[in-house]
């Protein structure tokens, strides 16, 4: 049995735990695509924000793509609603059911970062669109990514991170997603048992495995918050551990964000450390969990 080194959820107080892993698992200077002062303010902050990766032809097309997606039905597991509307939230496994996003995760421009900051081979764990639609947009609570994959879905280590292609302009009033730098060096182990299939309740709004008020505080004090903010085609890297949240989009403009995280092959999931079941598939890859450069992903229908 693997020790759990980042225990949550298992005591009537939070605490803070040092973080034991690397946040970049290679060596600095490796990797074309970015330069060594930004794996020098990834690894100090958390996060990477990387303005006009894709062209503007390039975001019509991705764009299209999360429209589409956007009409699904509000019935559908994989589609997620805003609580108490039909207004669509997130759309999950998205990889799977677009051959335009089936072929992007493995761009050269997103998956050689994802390799040299995690060293190895990675695939798929969870991807997504998040939609914040004009005026009816509702906020992604402060959490910590690996504080749930580790709890609910068995991520052993720190060694996982998320990309968000902005697929809309992300300002600083439509609900960015904000960020606080330099969170990531420090796991707060969170407060509450973990109920049967919480997943069902957490992605319209999330109450367990969210940070305490005490504890955030200390944290922004501490690190300050930060909202990157910039153009469509733009990508924000950041980091699993790293506490984010976006607030209610109230503006005129909508936002959305296209998720793919990327998990390290050597990484891969275990058994729950909450010892609940584990969620399912479309929100953390179990079955299938093939490196994106082998090409064997391919569209599949919904499970």
């Known amino acids: 049995m693997l020790t759990d080194m980042y225990r949550s959820r298992n005591s009537s107080q939070p605490s803070i735990i040092d973080r034991v892993d690397p946040v970049i698992w290679s060596k600095h200077g490796h990797c074309p695509m970015i330069s060594v002062e930004d794996e020098t ?28 997606m956007q009409n699904s039905s509000p019935t559908d597991d994989e589609v997620i609603s805003e609580p108490g509307s039909d207004e669509i939230r997130s759309v999950f496994r998205v990889h799977d059911k677009s051959d335009v996003f089936s072929r992007l995760i493995s761009d050269e421009r997103l998956v050689a970062i994802a390799e040299h900051f995690l060293d190895d081979d990675v695939y798929i764990h969870q991807s997504r669109v998040n939609f914040k639609p004009a005026f009816k947009g509702k906020e992604f609570f402060w959490h910590s990514d690996f504080e749930t994959w580790h709890t609910e879905d068995g991520m052993p280590r720190m060694r996982a991170l998320s990309m968000s292609i902005t697929l809309t302009d992300n300002s600083a009033y439509n609900g960015p997603l904000m960020l606080i730098p330099g969170s990531h060096q420090k796991f707060i182990s969170c407060v509450g048992e973990t109920p049967d299939q919480n997943y069902k309740n957490s992605l319209k709004a999330q109450q367990i495995g969210t940070p305490d008020q005490g504890n955030l505080t200390e944290m922004v004090e501490e690190f300050g918050i930060t909202a990157p903010v910039g153009p469509d085609g733009s990508v924000l890297i950041f980091e699993c551990n790293t506490l984010h949240g976006s607030s209610n989009n109230i503006t005129p403009f909508p936002r959305s964000n296209l998720f793919f995280v990327y998990n390290a092959v050597s990484n891969k999931l275990v058994a729950p450390f909450s010892g609940k079941n584990p969620r399912p598939n479309f929100l953390a890859t179990r079955k299938d969990a093939v490196p994106v450069r082998t090409g064997h992903y391919k569209i599949q229908a919904a499970e």
Not at 41 to 68: I, T
């Open 41 to 68: 303010f990834y690894e100090e902050n958390g996060f990477l924000f990387l303005k006009n990766v894709f062209s503007d032809a390039e975001v019509a097309q991705l764009r299209r793509e999360a429209n589409h």
